[in-house]
């Protein structure tokens, strides 16, 4: 009979009426598959006038549609089965309100940064502010400090300027002192990066009260490179006036050629005004290029001195060509 249950689907019908609880597997089994076919299949529906059979074609003795239990999605299951699954990327109450004790702990440092790096934004932003009143304790802790490196991100902007207006409001030695530390530096560095102009333009104020310092600090000159790359561009001008004055300083120390290279690939007039700052010192390059970060800075220089001289020759030839050009046309 056409529209008629295939014979491996009645042996299965068949099944489900000589019990009186249908098997685990029967809720991978639509009732749409059974209902559409009631009526193409009247003589083995009607057949069976037992309980079972009602249920399983989606109605309940009383002929409303209720259907077999739905089967549970593969996420579903994972969750059921894998409890962690449930709490990683949503669920932080198993580290809120315990974010400082966590981040000072050799082995809860990873968990909150694990948590840290699969919460949504506003979950970061929540459980960063936790550090706050710990800012510069964390910065010099061993472990904290990694959780408040994760803390300051562009998904977290209140968080961030908390944080920074922590450091803003702290003492100038203290700032200083972080942009010099080991740890203190990348922290300085993440908020230079990642927070809005007004904190990042107030920071710039105090680091550059010691610029000279900090370039030629073995940490702090990271934090000076930085400032180059994200810093206002008139505390840039200024920080390259202040390696323009103290070239010789600058280049004949061992950190600050790398705050130099940075400089110089800013290929703009300032750069150029320290390239010749640094030629017109005698034996200057030649010092430099000791060290891996003097060297990149002296291929920096002659780069510029080759650039120059390119356009300086652009320039003659220009000016030959329209004298030749004149005498012609007389």
């Known amino acids: 009979m056409r ?3 295939p014979i491996p689907a ?3 019908l068949a099944r489900f009426q000589a019990t009186d609880e249908l098997p685990s597997w029967a809720r991978y089994i639509r009732s749409s598959t059974w209902t559409n076919t009631r009526e193409a299949d009247n003589t083995s ?4 006038s037992s309980e079972p059979l009602p249920r399983l074609l989606g109605q309940d003795l009383n002929g409303q549609m209720v259907g077999p ?5 593969v996420e579903d299951e994972l969750r059921q089965s894998c409890p962690e699954v449930s709490s990683s990327a949503c669920d932080i109450s198993s580290v809120r309100g315990r974010m400082w004790a966590l981040a000072q702990d050799p082995q809860g440092t990873h968990k909150a940064q694990s ?4 919460a949504s934004d506003a979950q970061l932003e929540v459980l960063a502010i936790e550090l706050l009143g710990h800012v510069f304790e964390a910065t010099r802790c061993p472990y904290a400090n990694f959780v408040l490196e994760k803390c300051i991100d562009s998904r977290a902007p209140l968080a961030a300027r908390a944080i920074a207006r922590e450091f803003i409001d702290g003492s100038f030695e203290a700032i200083v002192q972080a942009a010099k530390h080991r740890s203190g530096c990348r922290i300085i560095k993440q908020l230079l990066k990642c927070c809005a102009f007004s904190e990042v333009n107030a920071l710039c104020d105090i680091l550059l009260h010691d610029a000279k310092s900090l370039c030629m600090h073995r940490f702090g000159n990271y934090t000076m490179q930085e400032l180059l790359r994200y810093g206002p561009e008139h505390h840039c001008s200024h920080l390259m006036t202040v390696l323009q004055t103290e ?7 061992f950190h600050a050629p790398g705050v130099l290279a940075v400089a110089l690939r800013r290929a703009n007039r300032d750069s150029t005004k320290l390239a010749h700052a640094l030629l017109q010192i005698d034996g200057l390059l030649g010092q430099m290029g000791r060290t891996p970060h003097g ?5 920096l220089v002659m780069q510029v001195v080759d650039s120059l001289q390119g356009e300086a020759a ?5 000016c030959k060509a329209a004298k030749h050009h004149a005498v012609r046309r007389k």
């Open 10 to 12: 009645r042996a299965i």
């Open 295 to 299: 060297q990149s800075a002296v291929r």
């Open 69 to 73: 239990p739905k089967p549970c999605s």
């Open 45 to 48: 529906v009607a057949a069976s």
């Open 115 to 118: 948590i840290l790096a699969k």
């Open 314 to 318: 652009r320039q003659a030839l220009c």
């Open 3 to 5: 529209g008629a249950l």
């Open 247 to 253: 070239a010789a300083a600058m280049g004949a120390d």
